[in-house]
């Protein structure tokens, strides 16, 4: 059973043992009302019909045993009863009835002229064959001494009839204050309800984790304040889930991106240690060498930072700008990917001169590794173009390949987040990990890095660095 049933089944029961406390309770107050009017009025009559009699007896010059004898009781009793509603009777010392207004029975119960004839009034209702009789019995005193007694006999069947309309009123009142109360206590039910039902419906949201929405109560009352607190709570949970969501995301994105650069010094590596088997000449095994130190110490610096990372729970990318010479840093590059490109028989040009521009090393080298790596993996070329340019504020590096080249609309695609390229594939050969994370390297470094590419006519590469200190990396150190 639902709630707003037992709501409304509480109340039901709740009105319904009201209204029959209120019945009985009225049906007695009446019932005693009535009794407690007739007795009274009874009692004012005898009062007077004393009066009346004691002047009766003095005018007719009789005497008290005279008057309850059953020669002049019957018609004294006649006379007093003239135009009433009711019958009167007089008793004499020995209980027997000396005289009557009526000839009717006379009622066989006497308990209340045994209790008149011992100096108190009595009254007493009784029923015969369906009718309810009111009997009030009064002792006659006279010169100090009971002499005899009046009986009054009041027919209750108005009583009846008015309690019985009092009954039949009340009860299609009560029914029709029932109904309205069940009406109101449902309607006021549905409504307590509906901010439950509403709390309901947005709990089930919660559990398949949907936490924006919101439940609209206006009530000042504890379901209000429910409510609120729940509007709340979603709320909280709302914040901190976005929140893991998003150092998630950045963990992953930064471990994503840093393991994907462990590939560069190993292949290098590999490339160089192959070569040492192949050479003769001292100095180039010792040139190989050199090379395999240098890239690995730079894999060595990389796990470190990412442990420096795990620990300290920063992801972000740690720039350190400084003057480096651009022409020398790509010669290095070239140097070090010589093996992958001697491998994949690609040759290359270099034109340019020698300036000094504001770039960190480690991360710029990352760059040119990514570059080269793209172009041999996926551009299918044989020749590779580097040209370095000095500009007033500004040094760039240009690598055009003579490969098979991009679709334009394909292009923006390239720099896009792996999650967001759906329709490329991911696989060991390609993590659609490296030209994103160029440009945020780049763009870290106060530079940029644009990509032009035509079907058939190869692809280049501009990265543009600045000779100014760039704000980001002044920032974080």
């Known amino acids: 059973m639902g709630l707003r049933n037992k709501m409304f089944l509480q109340h039901a029961v709740t009105i319904i043992m009201l209204l029959a406390a209120m019945y009985i309770v009225a049906n007695y107050t009446l019932n005693k009302s009535m009794i407690e009017r007739d007795t009274q009025t009874l009692s004012q009559y005898f009062t007077l019909?004393?009066?009346?009699?004691?002047?009766?007896?003095?005018?007719?010059?009789?005497?008290?045993?005279?008057?309850?004898?059953?020669?002049y009781a019957p018609f004294i009793a006649s006379h007093l009863a003239a135009n009433s509603n009711f019958q009167v009777q007089l008793f004499?010392?020995?209980?027997?009835?000396?005289?009557s207004s009526s000839d009717k029975d006379n009622l066989l119960k006497r308990d209340d002229i045994r209790a008149a004839l011992q100096g108190e009034s009595a009254s007493v209702i009784t029923e015969r064959e369906g009718v309810q009789t009111m009997v009030f019995s009064a002792?006659?005193?006279?010169?100090?001494?009971?002499?005899?007694?009046?009986?009054?006999?009041?027919?209750?069947?108005?009583?009846?009839?008015?309690?019985?309309?009092?009954?039949?009123?009340?009860?299609?009142?009560?029914?029709?204050?029932?109904?309205?109360?069940?009406?109101?206590?449902?309607?006021?039910?549905?409504?307590?309800?509906?901010?439950?039902?509403?709390?309901?419906?947005?709990l089930k949201r919660?559990?398949?984790?949907?936490?924006?929405?919101?439940?609209?109560?206006n009530t000042k009352d504890e379901i209000g304040e429910l409510a609120e607190n729940f509007n709340q709570m979603s709320h909280a949970l709302q914040h901190h889930i976005e929140l893991l969501h998003y150092e998630q995301g950045k963990q992953k994105a930064f471990y994503d991106n840093i393991t994907h650069e462990f590939k560069t010094p190993l292949t290098s590596i590999i490339g160089f240690s192959e070569l040492i088997s192949k050479m003769e000449r001292i100095e180039d095994i010792q040139e190989c060498n050199h090379y395999i130190r240098k890239e690995s110490s730079r894999l060595l610096n990389m796990v470190e930072e990412l442990l420096q990372t795990s620990l300290k729970g920063d992801e972000a990318w740690r720039i350190r700008p400084e003057k480096v010479d651009l022409g020398v840093l790509l010669t290095d590059c070239l140097r070090i990917m010589k093996p992958t490109l001697e491998k994949s028989m690609i040759s290359t040009t270099v034109n340019g001169s020698h300036f000094e521009v504001c770039l960190d090393p480690k991360r710029t080298q990352q760059v040119l590794f990514n570059m080269i790596d793209n172009a041999v993996r996926h551009s299918?070329?044989?020749?590779?173009?580097f040209e370095v340019k000095e500009q007033e504020n500004s040094g760039t590096v240009r690598i055009i390949d003579n490969g098979v080249g991009i679709a334009e609309q394909d292009l923006p695609k390239l720099f896009l987040p792996p999650e967001e390229k759906q329709d490329r594939a991911i696989s060991k050969e390609t993590h659609g990990l490296?030209?994103?994370?160029?440009?945020?390297?780049?763009?870290?470094?106060?530079?940029?890095?644009?990509?032009?590419?035509?079907?058939?006519?190869?692809?280049?590469?501009?990265?543009?660095?600045?000779k100014e200190m760039p704000m980001k990396a002044l920032l974080q150190n």
């Open 49 to 71: 019909h004393r009066i009346e009699t004691l002047k009766i007896v003095s005018d007719k010059k009789i005497s008290m045993e005279q008057l309850f004898s059953g020669t």
């Open 92 to 99: 004499a010392l020995d209980e027997t009835i000396v005289g």
């Open 139 to 202: 002792p006659f005193w006279y010169e100090g001494k009971i002499v005899g007694g009046f009986r009054y006999l009041l027919d209750l069947s108005q009583n009846v009839e008015t309690l019985r309309r009092m009954r039949v009123w009340f009860v299609g009142a009560a029914a029709g204050c029932l109904v309205l109360s069940l009406l109101a206590s449902y309607s006021f039910a549905s409504f307590l309800m509906q901010p439950l039902h509403a709390l309901q419906r947005a």
């Open 380 to 385: 299918d070329c044989t020749h590779l173009h």
């Open 206 to 217: 919660v559990s398949v984790g949907d936490f924006n929405h919101k439940i609209e109560v």
């Open 434 to 466: 490296g030209l994103p994370l160029c440009k945020q390297l780049m763009e870290l470094q106060g530079g940029e890095l644009i990509l032009s590419s035509r079907p058939g006519k190869g692809t280049e590469v501009k990265l543009v660095f600045s």
